[in-house]
């Protein structure tokens, strides 16, 4: 089974409009770490967000906010007013156990955001 | 001055050559890592480095060769490549360990091979 899905490969999203990528995590481990990772087309895999499994409010980073749903095991990004820099791939990652030198990350395939002017 | 650097940016190689591509971090971190993104399947973790020592091998074919001589650099020689093994390389590191923090890993901006 897949343990981390991103069921939308792409999507186009006019410029300012707020955009929610989708992510669903499979573990059972009671203790992990979801994260979302941009990559432009330059190929460098940029960090964005992060949300331990044990944190009581969902993270925000600026534009940036992750929708934790733990029952639904639903990690999902929103970006608030999409700007044309936004365009790029979009990653899912997961690590299961707690950061004692478990260091695996398991990543999604992605989701391909376009930005339209 | 980025904190992880990856060096060359490009490479084409033919199945006969011997290369090797360099990651250095400036982050202070005690992990580093080796990715391989290919076209249309998820990010693959071939090796893990914990204090320059080995942790994680994830089945990677002995044609790639990992070295890990101190705990700012890391390198991935190459000999006798595939095809198939035509890919973007990235690599990343963290502060892992301490149970108290996030493990974020932070990438370079990748080494595209070319195998010929």
């Known amino acids: 089974a897949q343990k981390i899905t991103q069921t939308q490969p792409g999507m186009f999203v006019q410029e300012k409009e707020a955009v929610t990528l989708d992510c669903t995590y499979d573990?059972?481990?009671?203790?992990?770490?979801l994260f979302w990772y941009k990559q432009p087309s330059s190929g460098e895999m940029i960090f964005l967000i992060y949300?331990?499994?044990?944190?009581?409010q969902n993270a925000t980073e600026g534009r940036y906010s992750l929708n934790f749903q733990k029952a639904r095991k639903s990690a999902n990004l929103v970006i608030s007013a999409s700007q044309l820099g936004d365009s790029a791939m979009y990653f899912c990652?997961?690590?299961?156990?707690?950061?004692?030198?478990?260091?695996?990350?398991?990543f999604g395939t992605g989701t391909r955001l376009t930005i339209i002017p | 001055e980025t904190g992880v650097t990856q060096t060359p940016r490009h490479l084409v190689m033919g199945m006969t050559n011997k290369k090797s591509l360099k990651c250095e971090q400036h982050l202070g971190h005690n992990a580093m890592y080796w990715y391989k993104q290919s076209a249309k399947k998820p990010l693959e973790l071939m090796f893990v480095y914990n204090f320059k020592e080995q942790t994680e091998n994830n089945s990677v074919p002995s044609r790639f060769s990992p070295e890990c001589p101190n705990s700012s650099h890391l390198f991935l020689h190459l000999h006798t490549l595939q095809p198939e093994d035509s890919a973007l390389y990235l690599c990343?590191?963290?502060?892992?360990?301490?149970?108290?923090?996030?493990?974020?890993?932070?990438f370079g901006a990748g080494t595209r091979l070319s195998v010929l």
């Open positions: 990343a590191s963290s502060q892992a360990g301490d149970g108290a923090a996030k493990n974020i890993q932070y």
């Open positions: 949300q331990g499994s044990y944190d009581q």
């Open positions: 573990t059972s481990d009671p203790s992990y770490g």
């Open positions: 990652a997961m690590r299961e156990g707690p950061n004692f030198g478990n260091e695996k990350l398991t």
